[in-house]
């Protein structure tokens, strides 16, 4: 079992940053990223939920080209944190940001409102 919980959303204008976090714990694994795959996940208003970053068990990461440049996916092991650092964010970046770790199983946080407007 895998809990995820995310934070650091809110609102921001276009140019601006934001960092999110996804405080992930397990009752069986204490090195959570070395089994799970780890992603951020993002759903705007009207649209399917879509990838915006991920990091393997390995450290392979992977963005969707939309955030290329702009965005940086990270982890912390010891503290079990995974990170999304948003910079030069846009209007389209809006929407609800999920975490999802997943093995051989799905887990999916709640989810952050990340709003950018002026």
């Known amino acids: 079992q895998v809990q995820l919980v995310e934070s650091g959303g809110g609102k921001v204008q276009p140019g601006g940053s934001l960092r999110l976090s996804c405080a992930a714990s397990?009752?069986?694994?204490?090195?959570?990223?070395?089994?799970?795959?780890m992603g951020w996940y993002r759903q705007a208003p009207g649209k399917q939920r879509e990838l915006v970053a991920s990091?393997?068990?390995?450290?392979?990461?992977n963005y969707a080209g939309s955030v290329k440049g702009r965005f940086t996916i990270s982890r912390d092991r010891a503290d079990k944190v995974l990170y999304l650092q948003m910079d030069d964010l846009k209007p389209e970046d809006t929407g609800v940001y999920y975490c999802?770790?997943?093995?051989?199983?799905?887990?999916w946080g709640q989810g952050t409102q990340v709003t950018v407007s002026s």
């Open positions: 999802k770790a997943d093995s051989q199983y799905e887990y």
């Open positions: 397990s009752t069986i694994f204490s090195d959570i990223f070395v089994v799970y795959n």
């Open positions: 990091i393997s068990r390995s450290g392979t990461l």
